[in-house]
């Protein structure tokens, strides 16, 4: 499904968070949005999900205006990813995933077998079946992440709003993750996720969004966006953009380490 953000500004009291932000995302595409804390990213989600409704300007998913949408004509079009967390409540992986079928039941009805079904089918599509009956307090941070995206799977949304999915994970966790939010873009899901890690945008994203003050500062291919001055622009820092394989792969190298570490660099 495709995304359309037009002149959206949106402010607590009297100080406006987005001014006139303005995008396109192509169907079964992966964008990412760069960002120090504090810049409006978490606004922009809320506003995309519908939780915020005092916004100016519209939000369009294919083409139809999010406001026209009823609650459930929503949920089943763009679920939300949170950073993995530590629950109150210990449910099983199978309940956890499982509530991401509400929306397709009524309020006095239950879970039946279509429920379960979307359920077996999301586990397997994420490869975590073997944790179905494991508590999600007793996994790991890497498989509660992969776990809520499993949840977003089962309410059967087209697209995914993931907020820094890989933080809080460690480094094998952080690339299973991303591989698997590229595997749904080539499912057919369109992802629209923030990170701070320009290194992450570089090597899986297809489009990505910088955004400062509530202004977007620049958007493009990861190739054309991620630069050294782009980085000064929206994190204060210098560095240098090392290019690996024919301009294939980048990595981010602050210049302080570069200084520091001459010797031990080997490109």
């Given at each position: 499904?495709?995304?359309?953000i ?6 607590y ?7 006139n ?9 992966l ?12 606004t922009?989600?809320k ?6 409704s ?11 205006n999010?406001k026209s ?9 763009v679920?939300?990813?949170p ?12 309940e ?20 379960l079904?979307?359920v ?14 494991r508590?999600?307090s ?7 992440q992969l776990?809520?995206?499993?949840r ?23 690339i ?5 939010v590229?595997?749904l ?7 629209i996720?923030?990170?701070?890690q320009p290194?992450?945008?570089f090597l899986?994203a297809d489009?990505?969004?910088?955004l400062l ?6 958007e493009?291919?990861?190739k ?5 001055d782009?980085?000064?622009t ?9 290019s ?16 520091e570490?001459?010797?031990k660099?080997?490109?």
């Amino acid at each position: 499904m495709s995304i359309e953000i037009n002149n959206l500004s949106f402010g607590y009291k009297n100080n406006e968070v987005l001014h006139n932000i303005s995008f396109e995302i192509k169907e079964n595409c992966l964008i990412s949005i760069l960002g120090p804390n504090g810049i409006g990213k978490t606004t922009l989600f809320k506003c995309m999900l519908g939780l915020l409704s005092g916004y100016k300007g519209n939000i369009y998913y294919n083409d139809k205006n999010i406001k026209s949408f009823t609650s459930k004509a929503l949920a089943n079009t763009v679920a939300y990813i949170p950073q993995s967390h530590y629950p109150t409540y210990s449910y099983s992986v199978l309940e956890m995933v499982l509530m991401g079928t509400t929306s397709h039941i009524t309020k006095i009805s239950g879970p039946g077998k279509s429920e379960l079904e979307k359920v077996e089918e999301a586990l397997e599509t994420i490869g975590i079946t073997h944790l179905k009956y494991r508590g999600y307090s007793n996994i790991s941070g890497g498989e509660r992440q992969l776990v809520l995206i499993a949840r977003a799977l089962a309410q059967k949304a087209k697209i995914l709003i993931m907020d820094e999915p890989t933080a809080n994970l460690d480094y094998g966790n952080q690339i299973k993750v991303l591989t698997i939010v590229k595997q749904l873009v080539q499912a057919g899901y369109t992802i629209i996720q923030s990170t701070h890690q320009p290194d992450h945008a570089f090597l899986y994203a297809d489009r990505v969004l910088a955004l400062l003050g509530g202004h977007i500062v620049k958007e493009g291919t990861p190739k054309n966006m991620i630069t050294s001055d782009l980085i000064k622009t929206l994190y204060g820092i210098d560095v240098d953009i090392t290019s690996l394989y024919d301009d294939y792969i980048r990595v981010c190298i602050p210049k302080s380490i570069i200084y520091e570490h001459q010797d031990k660099l080997l490109f």
